[in-house]
């Protein structure tokens, strides 16, 4: 077998070298455009998980690593002159330029042909001539763009700008340190690569790539507009190192920062929708690339190689090793896109969180990614953790989910929400026994607060046939029956109605007979903003008038007038997920040019106008929530400074906090999925504007919920799909963290199941079978 590896970095290297062990048959050359010595950027950071890859592939390759890592386990974070430190976090780090060194040696001593300082042919051309071309080229991949029609890569540019350097000297801990300039802020990711010689003294001034004081990789970033004022887009590389040394003085002694070829590059996180073409496969950044706030480049890298040669050798073919590779990798890698993507964005609205208490602060930071949670940072440093928790507000013992939160008149004694979930078991509106039980089973079952789903202001505002509503009194007599019975069963548990008008996405079947589609016969109606539909093939709304916006709008305080004399505690007036309020809402589905149309400003109007005729109405004491769609994961469509605009308009109008979903608005949208997907934005509006947010989407355990409240990213989480798979969702979450508190009492039937049941034999008691 030929194969022609394109770039020689440490994933094309390592791929050739465990190649070659594989099969030494096989005939591999690998070119590399630059010397063997040309390096860019100084340390790399390989995970333990990684390292036990290498060692079980290639010994050799990890022998002669080990005797070079650096290893740390602390994070010290750096902000308004003081350092806070977590610990048991695990680092390795070595100088990149020693670990290709090890891999140039490993390919010869191997019998790879290496070509230095040497342009590869075209991917096209390596493959005629080659059994398999591996394009390991970098983030610019010259393969990648030569066949982007076969690939099809989606490039995202982000909002900072970055630069690499070294600093002559070992750092004890991984640092993380924030600069508050004149322009802006910058932040400081830095860590050690390389370790002091055993003779060094602190006094030893640093010289060079093998400072007797060891090395550390220093990376500084910033938001474009903070990068351009501070004048770092007219600078050149010695220019750049020095207003990085002298912005990041205290941090570095002193010290001046090396460069080499640095320069300033705004992120760009590669997606393709294709890993292989042909006999040409893509490898490490041409394939994918992760921000470095996680350290995983490099990590990546390796792992695809060391994936790929197991493939090839696993696999009867070429064409079948290069499928079952990227079916193995894709998950990991997109698993890892989203956690830098998540910490990514973190940095880029780190000013946003600069005024919160110092150790919340800290902690945010450390979990920005959502792989580090609150009970995978106690086990790493409980201290820490317990400070983070009092200085919370934490009662000894409590975990934050069960800590009270208030809403005006309102105290919901934790921070869990059963969010709504439509049901579509009522019968002409009117909700019975069904949700008699589903709603009390969940009140029952410990959260703060528990939503109804969208009830519908009327009957041409319903969904389906089996939506429930509040516009006759028949309707709303059966609503009373069920929060008489949660306050009566469940005291202490709030109930909330979430009203709503289904807008274009109306007189469709039942879900589970098919979501979204046109009823088969007995159509109603459909009214919206604009007459677009849903989606191919579903009905078209009629454009609503002047006359028919303040008839909707009366619907809607009719049916809060009702909802108060049920006894609900809270109201919710949703205005996401497309339906009709949040059709104005969207500039893909409002096309309107009179007063309620155009500017954010007129497609805020009419659900303002709403807003504050059943503010009017609702009880002055219990309070009302908004829930929007913070994007809609389509261009063209509301985005995340929209959402800010939005909660800040509703909230000038006296919503007491803003229950923050995404999407369901186009029917072509593009959802980002992952856990806690939708968190970022709930984040970025309590942070930015100061006011309450209920945070959804993709939230599935107490852990993340405990996560999300003390890094202050929201204030209340709410959960769907758990409750539906566990009623008692919020008391098995206490059971199971041994909490026995005001905030989750077991209602006094139930109490004898209060602790968590034994799992069978596998933990019982074992006899001695043995003598020493």
């Known amino acids: 077998m030929r194969v022609a590896v394109i770039g020689g970095g440490p994933g094309g290297l390592y791929a050739a070298a465990l190649l070659k062990r594989l099969d030494p048959a096989r005939e591999i050359t690998v070119w590399e455009r630059n010397a063997p010595d040309d390096t860019f950027g100084f340390g790399v950071v390989l995970s333990d998980e990684t390292l036990g890859g290498i060692e079980h592939a290639d010994p050799v390759v990890y022998r002669a690593l080990q005797a ?145 004081s060891g090395a550390s990789t220093v990376i500084v970033e910033m938001r474009e507009e903070v990068w351009r004022a501070a004048g770092l887009d007219r600078a050149d590389e010695r220019e750049s190192a020095e207003w990085c040394a002298k912005t990041f003085a205290d941090a570095l002694g002193g010290r001046p920062l090396r460069s080499n070829n640095s320069s300033w590059t705004a992120f760009r996180t590669v997606v393709n929708d294709r890993w292989s073409y042909g006999n040409t496969v893509l490898l490490g950044d041409a394939a994918h690339t992760a921000h470095f706030s996680i350290g995983s480049g490099t990590k990546l890298a390796v792992e695809d190689a060391l994936a790929l040669a197991a493939c090839l050798q696993e696999q009867p073919d070429t064409a079948s090793a290069l499928a079952a590779y990227e079916a193995e990798r894709r998950p990991v890698v997109a698993s890892t896109q989203r956690a830098a993507r998540a910490s990514l964005a973190w940095f880029e609205e780190l000013a946003t969180y600069l005024d919160q ?74 909700p019975g026994d069904f949700h008699l039980v589903h709603l009390g089973a969940r009140a029952l079952g410990g959260a703060g607060l528990v939503m109804t789903e969208m009830v519908c202001v009327s009957e041409q505002g319903r969904i389906t046939p089996g939506c429930a509503g509040l516009y006759t009194p028949h309707q709303a007599a059966a609503w009373q029956r069920i929060t008489d019975f949660v306050h009566a069963q469940s005291p202490g548990t709030a109930l909330g109605v979430q009203l709503g008008h289904s807008g274009r996405k109306g007189s469709t079947q039942l879900m589970w007979n098919g979501i979204d589609e046109p009823l088969d016969h007995g159509n109603w109606p459909l009214v919206a903003a604009s007459p677009l539909p849903y989606r191919p093939g579903s009905q078209r709304p009629h454009e609503l008038t002047q006359a028919e916006l303040t008839a909707i709008r009366d619907q809607f305080t009719a049916a809060a007038r009702r909802a108060a004399r049920c006894g609900f505690d809270l109201l919710e007036l949703h205005c996401a997920h497309g339906y009709l309020l949040s059709g104005f809402l969207s500039p893909l589905t409002n096309e309107r040019t009179d007063a309620y149309g155009g500017s954010l400003a007129g497609r805020l109007r009419f659900p303002l106008d709403v807003f504050d005729a059943v503010r009017e109405v609702w009880p002055a004491e219990r309070p009302m929530t908004v829930r929007i769609s913070a994007t809609d994961w389509a261009d063209g469509g509301t985005t995340a400074d929209d959402a800010v605009a939005m909660a800040a308009a509703f909230a000038e109008h006296g919503a007491d906090a803003i229950d923050v979903s995404t999407g369901q608005v186009v029917s072509d949208e593009r959802p980002e999925f992952g856990r806690s997907y939708q968190t970022p934005f709930a984040d970025r509006i309590r942070n930015t504007l100061g006011i309450p947010v209920i945070a959804v989407g993709a939230i599935s355990s107490w852990d993340d919920v405990n996560s999300l409240l003390l890094a202050g990213r929201t204030d209340l989480c709410a959960l769907a799909r758990p409750h539906l798979y566990d009623p008692h969702w919020t008391l098995h979450a206490a059971a199971e963290q041994g909490y026995t508190g005001p905030g989750a009492p077991w209602p006094l039937p139930y109490q004898a199941g209060s602790r968590t049941p034994p799992t069978g034999r596998t933990n019982a008691p074992k006899p001695r079978l043995t003598l020493r």
């Open 68 to 212: 070079e890592f650096v290893r740390w386990d602390d994070i010290d974070i750096v902000h308004r002159g003081r350092t806070l430190t977590s610990g048991g976090h695990g680092f390795a780090a070595l100088g990149r330029r020693r670990l290709l060194a090890v891999l140039h040696q490993r390919c010869r001593d191997l019998g790879v042909d290496l070509r230095f300082s040497a342009e590869a042919p075209p991917a096209a051309e390596l493959a005629r001539g080659y059994d398999l071309v591996i394009a390991a080229d970098g983030v610019h991949s010259a393969t990648r763009t030569a066949h982007a029609d076969a690939f099809r890569p989606r490039p995202t540019t982000h909002r900072c700008r970055y630069i690499w350097l070294a600093a002559d000297l070992a750092f004890g801990a991984f640092r993380f340190e924030i600069a508050e300039t004149e322009h802006g802020v910058a932040q400081l990711h830095a860590y050690p690569y390389a370790h002091p010689s055993p003779d060094h003294h602190p006094s030893s001034r640093p010289c060079g790539p093998q400072s007797p």
């Open 357 to 430: 208490p110092p150790h919340q602060f800290a902690f945010n930071l450390l979990t920005r990614s959502r792989r580090v949670t609150h009970d995978n940072l106690r086990l790493r440093d409980e201290r820490f953790t317990r400070t983070v928790e009092r200085e919370y507000g934490c009662p000894d013992g409590t975990p934050p989910m069960f800590t009270p939160f208030r809403l005006r008149g309102l105290t919901l004694r934790n921070r869990v929400v059963v969010s709504p979930m439509d049901m579509y078991s009522a019968h002409d509106g009117v």
